[in-house]
């Protein structure tokens, strides 16, 4: 039982880290700062993986399995729910931004193609935070 405990502990973590990894470095708890990234990825990597071999050894492999693949999932859709959640925060940025240049220069606006620069443009940005640069 206290494999279970410690593996839903350790997806509570993965889900507050995926919701914390994405936001810039001034946004984020001090807990989840660039210093402190590799301790907390070592830390739940040991903690989620020791609890699945708990697991394992408790209940067996196919449950082992489930709770693995359990944890995939949830990482993948947290991560990428966060994500495109600041992309869409900083998306109206970069529109504006790109809108007052096309105008600064007399361009022809192209209203689809703007908003695509805008949203790679804030991916990059997303990125940015996520490795920690300013």
């Known amino acids: 039982m206290i494999y279970i405990f410690l593996y839903v502990f350790g997806i509570l ?74 992309v869409v925060m900083w998306m109206p940025h970069f529109y504006k931004i790109l809108c007052e240049e096309a105008e600064k220069r007399g361009q022809p606006f192209n209203e689809n193609q703007t908003r695509f620069e805008a949203i790679e443009m804030s991916k990059k940005q997303v990125y940015k935070a996520i490795k920690g640069e300013l």
Request: with cysteine; glycine share 6%; net charge positive.
């Open 13 to 86: 973590i993965l889900w507050y880290e995926n919701k914390c990894i994405v936001l810039d470095v001034f946004e984020r708890p001090p807990i989840f700062q660039v210093s402190f990234q590799p301790i907390w990825w070592i830390g739940r990597i040991i903690l989620l993986y020791g609890s699945i071999i708990g697991i394992w050894y408790v209940y067996g492999i196919p449950v082992a399995v489930v709770a693995l693949v359990i944890k995939i999932i949830i990482s993948q859709i947290t991560f990428k729910h966060y994500f495109r959640k600041q």
